[in-house]
């Protein structure tokens, strides 16, 4: 079983929709990021959380370290934000700075 | 200008070449990576290193070596590709001395390669 989970693998949304993306881990974390892969390959951090929330935009981040468990949220969707959006996470031990990543939703948001 | 830079962006070889993948930043980071990703799968670390002097092998180390010829280069060797190294290469960076941002990582644009 991995150690990182994302569902669901592939959404479909209309655009104005409100999206959640969720994650759920199972070994202890330091921190969770969430990245974001364009339709080009190229790959961009969005948030790395600890606890609780962060918000940028139209994006929302949780996180809740009892539950092993965060979710993404995208408010008023637009067909700009199709993309693969990766979740990854830091084990509690280790100064390795290593990654460990889940397999990524695919999101695409119709106009 | 990126701060990340990968070349080349695609590379097509033959089983049983040698190829290079090269990185360079100009983010003054101390640490590097090497991802592959399949599809399906998640980002794999091939190597790291923290510093010019410490290279470190990730999950899936064989049948890649690497160099890290200065602080702001990397370089991934396929010292005798097979097909099953056809992927996608990402290299990122990150750094250690800024509190609370060591754990963020910048990728690069990504690297396709393909290996007949």
């Known amino acids: 079983k991995n150690e990182v989970e994302q569902s669901p693998q592939n959404l479909t949304a209309q655009e104005g929709e409100f999206i959640t993306i969720n994650c759920s881990y199972s070994v202890g974390i330091s921190a969770l990021h969430w990245l974001q892969q364009h339709p080009g390959g190229g790959i961009v951090s969005l948030f790395m959380l600890s606890s609780g929330k962060k918000k940028h935009g139209r994006l929302i981040a949780t996180i809740n370290i009892q539950e092993k468990h965060s979710s993404l949220h995208i408010t008023a969707s637009h067909p700009r934000d199709s993309a693969v959006y990766i979740c990854a996470v830091k084990k509690w031990r280790g100064a390795t700075n290593k990654l460990i990543f889940g397999t990524g939703t695919l999101l695409a948001v119709q106009p | 200008d990126a701060d990340v830079t990968q070349t080349p962006r695609n590379r097509i070889t033959k089983t049983g070449k040698r190829i290079m993948l090269e990185c360079s930043q100009t983010?003054?980071?101390?640490?590097m990576y090497w991802y592959r990703q399949d599809p399906g799968l998640g980002l794999q670390l091939i190597y790291y290193?923290?510093?010019?002097?410490?290279?470190n092998k990730g999950e899936i180390s064989d049948g890649y070596s690497v160099s890290r010829q200065a602080q702001a280069k990397f370089s991934l060797s396929l010292e005798s590709a097979i097909p099953n190294q056809t992927a996608l290469y990402f290299c990122?960076?990150?750094?250690?001395?800024?509190?609370?941002?060591?754990?963020?990582?910048?990728f690069g644009p990504g690297t396709r390669l393909l290996v007949l």
């Open positions: 990122a960076t990150s750094d250690s001395r800024i509190p609370g941002h060591q754990e963020t990582q910048y």
């Open positions: 983010k003054g980071h101390d640490r």
């Open positions: 290193s923290f510093d010019v002097k410490d290279i």
